[in-house]
């Protein structure tokens, strides 16, 4: 199995940027889409992106077209969400998980077996 770690969380402006990663351990070696997920207090768990094993195919909730970008470096075993003109909306903990295929993941958060601890993103007004 695969063990995710979430970093790059923290507090910034609105309109700010961050960047987070998400650095996987474990058995690499077999082909693993990622995806990325976030969960406000009181809130389900949200699809936000997610990207194929090999970085070619790629997909976003709406709200985030245009304003994040989801890649990954297989060489690092390391998956990145680069967040801009963040939003007090997009306040939430944000987590990454896994699925062993090649192909873009499904958006449903019940279909990935791994997941990471979370890292909490907070954007001021």
């Known amino acids: 199995q695969v063990q995710l770690v979430e970093s790059g969380g923290g507090l910034v402006q609105a309109g700010g940027s961050l960047r987070l990663s998400c650095a996987a351990s474990?058995?690499?070696?077999?082909?693993?889409?990622m995806g990325w997920f976030r969960q406000a207090p009181g809130k389900e768990r949200d699809f936000v992106a997610a990207i194929s094993w090999s970085g070619a195919y790629t997909n976003y909730t709406d709200s985030v077209k245009g304003r994040f970008t989801i890649s990954r470096d297989n060489a690092k075993n390391t998956v990145y969400l680069q967040m801009n003109s963040l939003k007090p909306e997009d306040t939430a903990v944000y987590y990454c998980?896994?699925?062993?295929?090649?192909?873009?993941?499904?958006?449903?958060?019940?279909?990935?077996?791994?997941w990471g601890q979370g890292t909490q993103v907070t954007v001021s007004s």
């Open positions: 474990g058995r690499t070696f077999s082909p693993y889409a």
């Open positions: 998980a896994a699925i062993y295929r090649y192909g873009l993941p499904t958006n449903q958060a019940h279909d990935y077996p791994y």
